[in-house]
């Protein structure tokens, strides 16, 4: 398949089954709210040694929020419900109830539910108070600017997680401005987040490494310094791979994310230097989810 | 299927005891059968038809038509279903409620809700005593579910009371919220004296608070953001289009907390200006 005269490889990108829970933070101006997003989604760009993958979905208008004032949105995607319910109380302990005038709210449904306000709340030293509006229980923990309004617990469901695409480029500054594309592009999609920052990583992994104490290593046959030396992937005048990566609440909405990023890439052409799109995966022994890429923009 | 309305035959000054009378009870049964239950009366069991004419309406409903104001008991340990009551009521309606609603277009006497955990209970007109305090006998008052008051409450509202919410359109008695535990009550009108008396925890709202009202183990009143107001209002207007103006209201308060005597981490709140 040949879009803009950029190849798309005949492969599939290999995704897993993770768990997803939603957040809402609101402040009193957009601003704080963003800040407490950006230092909750920090550290958080795969679950190999973060723990989540998470990142802000979108900006909630105030009229759309639980308390009326201006909101993120911010996903959380992790391999199991234990580890979700590990990480966001240390997150929110640290980041949401550090930030000022911040309250935080569940943002989705699910029958699956652990704890949040529930574990921050003992930060209040015997001090807080708990209230129940609408079935919907809330802690209320006193802070030197007044209260943190914290929801006892936030509902996990299942997701996906892994969704990916390979850019190859001529060149690094090439691949940089197609990730810029692709993650202006990505970004509108609600339900679905690129963990990493701009959207793109440049260590793309392999499973296994060498070193025992590894469970993941350079992605050797995409390194173009080493295209002579290994196995390599890569055609000579392949400057620079990208790995964009996608997570979000369900299959058709990684499936969609990855048709769009991919078609804003190749909307840059061999013109801009786009040499190739490809995906990654491990043969797909390990995901149960396969998005093959001309399947997906088809 | 279709509800059942009672409508009593003709003035009884006994007491009668409706505990038998539920909504998921009566509703399965035709309506001979409904005629020969078996009700508590004056310290006799007398059959129902005695005291009322059963009919069958469209409404899924269990409706009452009276006066009823010396039968007590009505709805108690319901479970689901929509009791009406369409005239005034005597004590302990709603007693040990579960589940379902109670709507009463008249007057109610004391112990509403009483011990409720579930439910809601609507009164258009005034409340006697002890609303949502403990049954009688027991230590802990309503745990959950909506009791809402048209019209004023006498004393000891929300005694004991260990969660749910109270919302009273009118003017509430003396001891209001005394020894709640928990929970969450909205006064609209006037507040009787000593309200909070050994209160531990749980809200008590009252835009036309006057300090005066509240006993001496609360702190000075202190003007202070309470964030959580914000969804308080949209719930009660979303649930009361008589609170539809505080929807977007400012959550500012003036705050105080108590009562010192115990755990002292009550509070009533006066919404302020910002």
């Known amino acids: 398949m040949i879009i803009n005269g950029v190849e798309i490889e005949d492969t599939f990108a290999e995704a897993f089954g993770m768990k ?19 230092a909750v989604s920090g550290f958080a760009t795969s679950v190999i040694a973060c723990g989540v993958e998470a990142a802000m979905e979108c900006e909630i208008d105030p009229a759309h929020t639980p308390d009326g004032r201006p909101g993120v949105s911010v996903l959380f995607f992790s ?30 449904d699910g029958e699956r539910q652990i704890g949040l306000g ?41 997701a996906v997680g892994g969704g990916n695409f390979l850019i190859i480029a001529r060149d690094q500054r090439t691949c940089l401005h197609a990730c810029d594309a692709a993650a202006e592009a990505i970004d509108p999609i609600a339900g679905v987040i690129a963990p990493f920052f701009g959207s793109a990583t440049r260590s793309g992994s392999k499973v296994g490494s060498k070193y025992k104490m590894l469970s993941a290593s350079t992605n050797e046959a995409f390194c173009p310094s080493l295209r002579t030396v290994v196995r390599s992937e890569l055609c000579e005048g392949d400057g620079a ?40 995966n491990y043969g797909g022994k390990l995901g149960q989810y396969h998005f093959r890429l001309h399947e997906v923009l088809a | 299927m279709s509800g059942i ?13 409706a505990s038998s009378l539920l909504p998921e009870r009566l509703l399965s049964l035709p309506t001979a059968a409904i005629e020969q ?30 006066p009823v104001m010396n039968s007590c008991r009505w709805g108690a340990e319901m479970s689901s ?21 109670i709507e009463i277009r008249g007057n109610a006497g004391s112990h509403l809700g009483s011990g409720m955990r579930h439910g809601s209970i609507t009164v258009s007109g005034n409340a006697g005593d002890y609303v949502g305090a403990p049954c009688l006998g027991q230590r802990r008052g309503m745990r959950g579910g909506i009791i809402t008051i048209g019209g004023n409450v006498g004393q000891r509202a929300g005694d004991c009371m260990r969660r749910g919410t109270i919302v009273v359109h009118g003017d509430a008695g003396d001891y209001l919220a005394a020894r709640m535990i928990a929970g969450t009550i ?84 006066s919404p302020v200006a910002a």
């Open chain 2, 5 to 17: 309305e009672l409508t009593l035959r003709h003035p009884y000054l006994g007491i009668l005891d």
């Open chain 2, 186 to 269: 909205a006064v609209c009108g006037r507040v009787g004296k000593n309200a909070g008396a050994l209160m531990r925890r749980g809200t008590v709202w009252a835009p036309q608070l006057q300090p005066a009202s509240i006993v001496s183990g609360f702190s000075a009143g202190q003007r202070v953001q309470i964030p959580h107001l914000a969804l308080w209002y949209r719930w009660l207007a979303s649930i009361d289009t008589r609170f539809s103006h505080w929807a977007h209201a400012e959550t500012y308060a003036q705050r105080w907390l108590g009562d010192a005597a115990v755990q002292g981490l009550g509070e009533f709140l």
């Open chain 2, 37 to 66: 239950i078996e009700v508590h009366a004056g310290g006799q069991k007398t059959a129902l038809g005695h005291f009322f004419s059963v009919s069958a309406i469209e409404c899924e409903s269990l409706v009452i038509q009276g």
């Open chain 1, 241 to 280: 791979v990208l790995e964009v990566v996608i997570d979000g609440l369900n299959a058709d909405l990684v499936r969609q994310a990855m048709r769009i990023g991919i078609e804003a890439v190749c909307r840059l052409g061999t013109a801009g230097g786009i040499r190739k799109i490809t995906a990654g």
């Open chain 1, 20 to 38: 997803v829970s939603r957040l809402i933070i609101t402040a009193l101006e957009p601003a704080w709210a963003k800040r407490a997003a950006a």
């Open chain 1, 79 to 108: 391999v199991s419900t234990k580890e979700l319910e590990k990480q966001l109380p240390r997150r929110i302990g640290q980041c949401v109830l550090t930030c000022p005038s911040t309250a935080l709210f569940s943002g989705m």
């Open chain 1, 118 to 158: 529930g574990k921050i709340r003992y930060f209040g030293d015997g001090y807080q108070l708990s209230k129940v509006i609408n079935g919907r229980r809330f802690w209320r923990i006193p802070v030197m600017d007044g209260e943190f309004l914290c929801e006892d617990t936030t509902a996990v469901c299942p």
């Open chain 2, 81 to 101: 279903g929509r009791l009406i009551v369409e005239c005034d009521v005597g004590n302990e309606v709603g007693l040990g409620l579960r589940g379902g609603t």
